[in-house]
Structure formats: C-alpha cells, structure tokens
C-alpha cells in the first residue's frame, strides 16, 4: 500500500487563553482539540481507505471516500489558516500596513469598508461556514463559503479567513454572531495575512 503523510494538527503559536477576552480560552480549546481535530481524523481515516481501494482496485466506496477527503480536508485547511491569522491580543496590532493596506484601499477604497463589508458578507452566510480575504486575478476579494468542500474560486489564494461555524464563537457569544466577527478583528495577526500576501505577489 502506498505510504501515506499523516496529518496533525497544527502547532498554535498561543496559548488557548491569549485570545481573550475577543474570543474566550474554552472555546478555543474545545474548537482546536475537538473540533479541527475531527477534522484532521477524518482525513486520515477516508486517506487510508482510499489507499486500500487503489491496492484492492475495489472502488465501489468512491464517491463517499471523495466527498469525505473533500470535507474533512477543506476543514483542516481552512482551520489552519483560521488559527495562524490570529495572534495574541496584546500582539495584534489592529490594522494591516504595508503592500496589504494598499491593495485594500486601491479595492475596496479604504481599510474600514473593507472590514465592513467583509463583516458584512461574513455575518449573512447560512448556516456555518467561513468569510474569507484572498487574492484572485490581481485583485483582493471577499469570498463566503456555506460549503466548504463544494464552494471554491479555482487560482484563489487564501489570505484570511473567520470561522463562522457556531462552535467557533458560540459559548461565549450564542447567536450573536456580528460581535463575534467585530471583536474577532482584535486579534487578527495581520503580519501573517501580509506574508502570505507577499507570497502571493511573487508566484
């Protein structure tokens, strides 16, 4: 059977309590050990299935094993990225700055509509699902995603992204998910956002 890399979690640069008090300790724990971890699981498990299927040549499982990758891995993707954009709120420096703030301006003709209309647009996606900043065709864009493994822009390159999905904010916040979004810009670490950004421009 083919040999397979195991996926993990990835390794927080804070401690569960340094989002507070924009996003409280339990949650964090709770999100990054239980839920992205369920996640990471998943991806596993349907990965060695997969492997099994290509070794025995028996496929009858494969729409299930696609559609099972498909979810679990976008969700490990975007939780990764969900957890390197933030930073400690005694880190986070409120605004980006640099190439990333022009580039916000030049789109969206100022960093404070930008936050609008990213809060905006993120606040209204049914059900659960992510609000996201990526870089498509030479410009900025704002994405929602309801559906995670179906929903994708193909060239798009992930900037920043907010969890909207309820086990991200729900204990300390319930259905108050706009002040959620509001208080989560408090800890966005815009030094990643703008590396990635960089890289962006450079590939």
Known sequence: MEKL??????????????????IDAQTVELHYSKHHQGYVDG?????ESLAKARETGDFTSVKHLKREIAF?????????????????SK???GTPSGDLLKAIESRFGSFDVFK??????TAVVEGSGWGLLVYVNGVLEILTIEKHQNITQIGAVPLLTCDVWEHAYYLKYQNRRAEY??????????DDVEARFAKALKN
């Open 5 to 22: 890399v195991k996926h993990s979690l990835p390794k927080l640069s804070y401690e569960y309590k340094d989002l507070e008090p924009y």
């Open 43 to 47: 991806l596993n498990k349907a990965e």
């Open 72 to 88: 679990h891995g976008s969700g490990h993707t975007l939780h990764t990225l969900y957890w390197a954009n933030m930073c400690s």
């Open 91 to 93: 880190n986070a420096k």
């Open 116 to 121: 609008k209309e990213f809060s905006a647009a």
């Open 181 to 190: 979004i509001t208080n989560w810009f408090n800890v966005v670490n815009w």
